[in-house]
């Protein structure tokens, strides 16, 4: 496969239409991790310095048959994560993130079937996964977590990822603030 990607993004204030997005980012998502051994890492306790997968994949199933002009994700990790929106690479791994502050990007969408990753290949067959489990807001009466910073920008390209990218020009809605007519898809996690 080719080495696609949106970068480099381009940064705007949080537009207003992206509001009811991040408030459900923030109020509605929970933190997921793989099922692994619970006798030696019950959860929340989880082993450190070890990287995850997680995918979702998200299925336009309006009434109306329209794609998408553009998709969002809302998205934080603990500590650092990779990005890919159907294996094209969205951002980068960074040392410098911090789970307390969520992200948020927005790119143009080409399909009805938008595939959420931290690794390139969107077509690879996760039928045989077992589901993320949703880990617990307190254990024993103490917080888990702290709550979650809303995103201070949005990174967004206009740039659709292919053998020699085109670049659409300004973005989908003609604003120039990358924001379009965007479908999100809302699961739990930490991931939209």
Known sequence: MANLTYLPLKETAIPQEATGLINTFLSSSSWIWPIEDTNIYPPPLVPGNVQRAFRQTWTNTSPSSRTPSSVYIAITADNHFELFINGALVRELSLEDDWESAFLFSVPATTDRVTFAGWEQPVYDDRDWTP??????????????????????????????????????????????????????????YVF
């Open 132 to 189: 993320a489990e949703v880990m617990p807001d307190s254990v024993n009466g103490a917080v888990t977590w702290e709550p979650i910073k809303a995103p201070d920008k949005l990174w967004f390209s206009t740039t659709v990822p292919r053998s020699g990218a085109v670049d659409c020009g300004e973005s989908p809605d003609g604003s120039g603030n990358g924001v379009g007519s965007a479908g999100s898809g809302t699961k739990d996690g």
